[in-house]
T-cell receptor, first 115, second 112 residues
Framework: DTAVSQTPKYLVTQMGNDKSIKCEQN?????MYWYKQDSKKFLKIMFS???????INETVPNRFSPKSPDKAHLNLHINSLELGDSAVYFC??????????????FGEGSWLTVV | QKEVEQNSGPLSVPEGAIASLNCTYS??????FFWYRQYSGKSPELIMF????GDKEDGRFTAQLNKASQYVSLLIRDSQPSDSATYLC????????????FGTGTLLAVQP
């Protein structure tokens, strides 16, 4: 069973379109994240949710809107896609356990290409 | 200054050698430090984490932390071609239990 699963894995779309990426985790974690990895491999946090509540929003354009219907799901909706949105988007989750370093576990990534 | 800095590489080592990967960070209050491995086209996977000064060993991997110098490293002993990947250093800032700041990663190439 995949611990953090996200769909779709690949997405090619035109500028101006709206698209969503879905994420689910079956680890029982309380916190979920969206990270963006650009073409230079730089992995940067976008959002963090704890028990369905937004706790981190890292100055992401408001075209990006995360939604967490429950603590096991965190979806990402992107409006009016731009060329610069092309990247790999990773969903992740963690449980607050100091003994485990509050380790973050990543999904397999969603490759978004905007043309 | 970037919050977490790594040499992008590539770092090339022969099979069987020790690979040494380095990372510096700017937030002196940072508490936890992580090393992730990312194969091309795959997601980052945790190798190990460290939060106390000194060394922490796990199999062929040793993480070293020096908070005074704001420096963390990863040693890979007996490097194998299968270790060839990008190694990402990540730091949890002070007071931020739900956030990791990543470096840009070091590409390691182990030559058979």
């Amino acid at each position: 069973d995949t611990a953090v699963s996200q769909t779709p894995k690949y997405l090619v779309t035109q500028m101006g379109n709206d698209k969503s990426i879905k994420c689910e985790q079956n680890l029982g974690h309380d916190t979920m994240y969206w990270y963006k990895q650009d073409s230079k491999k730089f992995l940067k946090i976008m959002f963090s949710y704890n028990n369905k509540e937004l706790i981190i929003n890292e100055t992401v354009p408001n075209r990006f809107s995360p939604k967490s219907p429950d603590k096991a799901h965190l979806n990402l909706h992107i409006n009016s896609l731009e060329l610069g949105d092309s990247a790999v988007y990773f969903c992740a989750s963690s449980q607050e356990r100091a003994a485990a370093g509050n380790t973050i576990y990543f999904g397999e990534g969603s490759w978004l290409t905007v043309v | 200054q970037k919050e977490v800095e790594q040499n992008s590489g590539p770092l090339s080592v022969p099979e069987g050698a020790i690979a040494s990967l380095n990372c510096t960070y700017s937030d002196r209050g940072s508490q936890s430090f992580f090393w992730y491995r990312q194969y091309s086209g795959k997601s980052p996977e945790l190798i190990m984490f460290i939060y106390s000064n000194g060394d922490k060993e796990d199999g062929r991997f040793t993480a070293q932390l020096n908070k005074a110098s704001q420096y963390v490293s990863l040693l890979i002993r007996d490097s194998q071609p299968s270790d060839s990947a990008t190694y990402l250093c990540a730091v949890r800032p002070a007071g931020a239990t739900n956030k990791l700041i990543f470096g840009t990663g070091t590409l390691l190439a182990v030559q058979p």
